[in-house]
């Protein structure tokens, strides 16, 4: 299956990672949650994001801030920046990035990532043959990528199949609501549950998402 993404940047068909439907199969086997849940979705899966640049510029926007709040700022961004590309952003310069909605500390860490890509400070091209940790290792030594930041990336660029973000709210939320009727869960309890979800944390984690809001991130 190929599902058309939008980035804002520019439109592109995104196939199924290769590993998606073996995933549902063995997740709906394991787990009676999962079991009920991915038939709900049909034929959606998850939508990766092929330029790491935008995909870790789009991840500092919507750090601590409402998908909404997020949405606008990323579209502004877009606006001042069509292609999003390291040296267009630190042309831009940090005024400008600040009037697309910007705190002074996400411009600050825009401009340190645009700066990082520009100068070859990261080893982009090798990320894919780095396994998880290695990839973070590297990442949250840039400023204003966290460890949750660095998780993303892992699923939206590296489409990786078994990452388990706990930092991630929708996660820790979507499995109060889905495995414990709402009660609250601490990170123990949420590594308890997604044991049973390997080699596929990633894609149990989606869906866990796609519970709380059906529909996929762009």
């Not at 991915?38 to 789009?58: C, K, N, Y």
Request: a neutral charge.
């Amino acid at each position: 299956m190929v599902q058309k993404d939008t980035t804002g940047a520019a439109s592109r068909q995104v196939a199924l990672p290769p590993y998606w439907e073996e995933a549902k199969i063995e997740l709906m086997k394991r787990d009676r949650i999962m079991k009920k849940l991915i038939p709900q979705f049909g034929d959606l899966h998850l939508v990766g994001h092929d330029d790491p640049f935008i995909t870790l510029a789009r991840s500092i926007v919507k750090q601590q801030v409402t998908a909404k709040a997020a949405d606008v700022a990323w579209k502004k961004l877009l606006a001042l920046c069509p292609k999003c590309t390291p040296a267009q952003v630190l042309k831009a310069g940090a005024e400008q990035l600040g009037e697309c909605g910007l705190s002074k500390r996400k411009t600050e860490y825009i401009l340190d990532l645009a700066d990082n890509f520009k100068a070859k400070k990261v080893h982009a091209s090798q990320w894919h043959e780095m396994d998880d940790e290695a990839v973070i290792a590297e990442l949250v030594q840039i400023r204003g990528i966290t460890r949750w930041t660095a998780e993303m990336f892992l699923i939206f660029n590296l489409l990786r199949p078994n990452v388990l973000p706990l930092d991630d709210p929708g996660l820790i939320q979507g499995i109060s609501q889905n495995y414990f009727s709402g009660e609250p869960v601490s990170r123990s309890d949420a590594r308890e549950v997604s044991a049973n979800w390997e080699p596929y944390r990633t894609v149990a984690t989606w869906y866990l998402w796609r519970s709380l809001d059906p529909v996929p991130v762009k």
